[in-house]
């Protein structure tokens, strides 16, 4: 005989269709607190807006500093400032899609593929609504109704009629607004620290643009700088290995391709491959070591190198990803590093590139590529200055990614009604 599963509910409260709430907290569906928006762009607007996860909804050039956009946009939603958008397209951290409200516009239109709508008159809490759907709390409903498979441009599969139908929390506004002030303030919060931290990057950039081309000199130096091609600075300079498919393994020698080297950054550790210690051994590979300058010789874009770090673990490149070990006699490997990720740089290096499909650039015309740098000394004084800067930059963006975990305990909570506000 089965025996009935007795769930152990909290005085004060009750269970829901959305699970266990306070008892005067109740359910709704979408379509009481929200008016579909349908309204079309006849008055010509041109504000194209799109919905990006760190931004919300954002003019479409600022984004993606180009139109995607139709070019005839009459039949485009027209949004005002407080309305929502809804786009069904998963993405990170949104694997429901992304509801956004508008807030830097006055008014705007977005995609018809977009389902749009705005507070009814009745629903005197958006700000709530607005923490309600950041913190994903209409996944369960979607995931209940979105259909098998997908429509084009990867959409999820979900009616109109289905998205008002579903269910959302309600409750006194008062306790709602409260709850919405109090996550409002950690946005706040949030928001300061990630303009530090833009400012300080931008300093930082500032910085570089200044001192690693001599434009501005530290106190104390005025010995004159010096030109050196890569090839005279390098203690050693080579390409990397080349490696076929069935030589990749799950785990061994670490294989760093040119998608694991980003701008001036560390390896990114994306998409690894490996190869066994057999096969190191038998194709004769050259190990990389820590504090090489690993340069991808292919697009995009050409010269972006990296440090490797010192992380114990075997490492090899593949063919498009130059090692480029520089002569500590006349150079300090952060200082070049930083040098060849100038704008200027990297310019110069796709000029040396070649290619009808993909460009590369050939070790011998990347070793060609001229440096102007200061002695030693002044060359570690202006690493040490970015350094300072970077250190910064990183418990910053620990700090903020703290304020975010935070911050998503607290919706966890407080949405939910497992923790009451007072009123």
């Given amino acids: 005989m089965m025996k009935s599963v007795v769930k152990d509910i909290p005085k004060g409260y009750k269970e829901s269709v959305l699970g266990v709430i306070p008892d005067d907290w109740s359910i709704v569906r979408l379509k009481d607190k929200f008016d579909r928006i349908t309204t079309k762009n006849k008055k010509g607007l041109t504000n194209v807006l799109t919905i990006s996860a760190q931004h919300g909804l954002i003019n479409q050039e600022e984004y993606f500093n180009k139109s995607v956009a139709s070019k005839n946009l009459s039949n485009y939603t027209v949004l005002e400032k407080g309305d929502f958008a809804y786009n069904k397209s998963y993405s990170t951290g949104y694997p429901y899609g992304a509801i956004k409200k508008l807030k830097k516009y006055d008014e705007g239109v977005v995609s018809p593929l977009y389902i749009c709508f705005r507070p009814s008159k009745n629903n005197k809490s958006p700000d709530f609504y607005e923490q309600y759907f950041e913190a994903g709390m209409l ?16 959409l999820l599969n979900i009616s109109i009629g289905d998205f008002f139908n579903t269910f959302i929390i309600d409750a006194d506004e008062k306790e709602l607004n409260k709850i919405a002030e109090i996550l409002n303030t950690w946005d706040k919060a949030i928001e300061l620290k990630e303009k530090l931290i833009e400012q300080k990057k931008e300093l930082k950039k500032g910085l570089m643009q200044k001192l690693l081309t001599g434009e501005v000199r530290l106190p104390g130096y005025k010995y004159s700088w010096k030109v050196y091609t890569i090839e005279q600075l390098a203690e050693f300079f080579t390409d990397g290995d080349w490696i076929e498919a069935p030589y990749i393994t799950e785990d061994g020698v670490l294989l760093i ?3 694991n080297i980003g701008i001036g950054e560390y390896i990114e550790k994306n998409n690894m491959k490996f190869i066994s210690e057999k096969s190191f051994i038998e194709l004769n ?20 190198s990296c440090i490797v770090p ?3 673990m075997k490492m090899i490149t593949a063919v498009d990803v130059a090692i480029f070990r520089v002569n500590n006699n006349l150079a300090v490997t952060e200082f070049i590093n930083y040098k060849l990720n100038l704008p200027k740089t990297l310019r110069k290096m796709d ?17 060609k590529v001229k440096l102007t740098i200061p002695d030693l000394e002044e060359q570690k004084a202006i690493v040490d200055i970015l350094l300072q800067i970077e250190k910064n930059i990183v418990l910053l963006e620990k700090e903020l990614g703290e304020l975010k975990k935070q911050k998503k305990g607290l919706m966890q909570l407080l949405l939910t009604g497992k923790v009451r506000v007072k009123v």
Avoid: F, Y
């Fill in 139 to 154: 996944n369960r409903e979607i995931h209940a109704i979105a259909q098998e498979g997908a429509r084009n441009h990867g």
């Fill in 257 to 259: 391709q040119t998608g």
């Fill in 285 to 304: 590979c050259t190990e990389v070591k820590p504090g090489d300058i690993l340069i991808c010789r292919l697009a995009d874009p050409i010269g972006r």
């Fill in 310 to 312: 010192n992380t114990g």
């Fill in 351 to 367: 000029s040396l590139g070649a290619g009808s499909t993909r460009k590369r650039i050939s070790r011998k015309n990347l070793g």
